[in-house]
């Protein structure tokens, strides 16, 4: 969800739907700090899982993500991409071209269509819940998830770990850890894998992320 990880004066006053919309307006996806050529660690995590390709995804913060291009390679067929963006879901839509695709333009932080959807096998998220630095916005962030992984279920979160920078496309970001991601999903999920991870953006900078793998037990 970020344009790049510098401090951009300018964005610090937008709300948060303008402050994505411009990026994605105008920002090419190749030159996006979080744009990925390497899906490994998030495929991994993926694997683990062992979800059918019948499993309902619901991918986070999607942007023009081609983490779902390679989960339509693999045949899942369920995928809903989100984002605060609707340029953003535009970009991917037209690219993707997919009817397995369904798009849901919403705000995590005040979500009114997120919350009318049916429950989910998998919940991704990599780089959104660290731009979430409120108990306010992180309590109705972790609601929602709670109240859509199925039981049985997983989540993968992917956030920049303690090391990482403190601001990130001008925004401060709330830096994790496993321990308190476990926290803040609570008893009901079992931590499945943890790793840190050395990002490399299209700058040529290095951004340390925490990947996550979580199965809901209860």
């Known amino acids: 969800m970020t344009s790049n990880c510098s401090t951009d004066k300018k964005n610090e006053n937008l709300d948060l739907k303008t402050h994505w919309e411009l990026v994605y307006l105008n920002k090419p996806n190749e030159q996006l700090g979080w744009y990925e050529t390497d899906l490994t660690p998030t495929l991994k995590l993926l694997e683990k899982t062992q979800l059918p390709k019948s499993a309902s995804i619901l991918n986070i913060g999607a942007g023009n ?20 963006s609707e340029t953003a879901l535009t970009k991917l839509n037209r690219r993707l071209n997919s009817k397995d695709v369904t798009y849901i333009t919403d705000d995590l932080t005040k979500p009114t269509k997120l919350i009318n959807l049916s429950p989910i096998d998998l919940w991704i998220d990599r780089a959104v819940l660290h731009f979430f630095t409120t108990n306010k916005q992180q309590n109705t962030y972790f609601e929602l998830l709670k109240s859509k992984v199925k039981k049985q279920g997983f989540v993968i979160l992917a956030q920049f770990n303690l090391q990482g920078a403190e601001k990130c496309s001008g925004l401060p970001v709330k830096r994790y850890d496993a321990k308190l ?11 499945i894998d943890s790793f840190d991870y050395n990002y490399i953006m299209p700058s040529g900078n290095k951004r340390p992320y925490i990947y996550t793998l979580f199965k809901r037990v209860n």
């Not at 081609?66 to 995928?79: G, V």
């Not at 803040?184 to 931590?191: E, N, T």
């Open 65 to 84: 993500t081609t983490f779902i291009d390679e989960l339509l390679k693999l045949k899942y067929h369920q995928i809903i991409a989100t984002d605060i």
């Open 181 to 191: 991601l476990k926290e803040k999903l609570g008893s009901d999920f079992k931590l």
